[in-house]
């Protein structure tokens, strides 16, 4: 599958996909990884934002955001829960 169609399918599924639940495995470099829980935010032309409660109190939740680009190189990994 070209690189522009698998571009297009990301953008599409992270789209469609605004307001649910996602698990976010961020490979940080050697062996590293970073698990968190959170929703899909909002969406940009260019990268897509998560908000991930901490310790379950909405006060503490924090923003991340990521670029299709990071999906697509599997930097991160979504898995919709």
Same mark, same amino acid.
């Given at each position: 599958?070209? /690189?522009? *169609?698998?571009?297009?399918?990301?953008?599409? $599924? &992270? +789209?469609?996909?605004?307001?649910?639940?996602? %698990?976010?495995?961020?490979? +940080?470099?050697?062996? +590293? &990884? $970073?698990?968190?829980?959170?929703?899909?935010?909002?969406?940009?032309?260019? !990268?897509? *934002?998560? +908000?991930? $409660? *901490?310790?379950?109190?909405?006060?503490?939740? /924090?923003?991340?955001?990521?670029?299709? *680009? $990071? !999906?697509?190189? %599997?930097?991160?990994?979504?898995?919709?829960?």
């Amino acid at each position: 599958m070209s /690189q522009q *169609t698998e571009m297009s399918r990301i953008v599409y $599924d &992270v +789209k469609h996909s605004v307001g649910r639940r996602v %698990k976010v495995c961020e490979n +940080k470099g050697r062996n +590293k &990884v $970073d698990v968190m829980e959170g929703v899909i935010s909002a969406i940009y032309p260019c !990268v897509f *934002t998560i +908000k991930v $409660d *901490t310790q379950n109190l909405p006060e503490s939740a /924090q923003t991340f955001s990521y670029s299709y *680009t $990071d !999906v697509l190189t %599997k930097n991160v990994e979504l898995v919709y829960v």
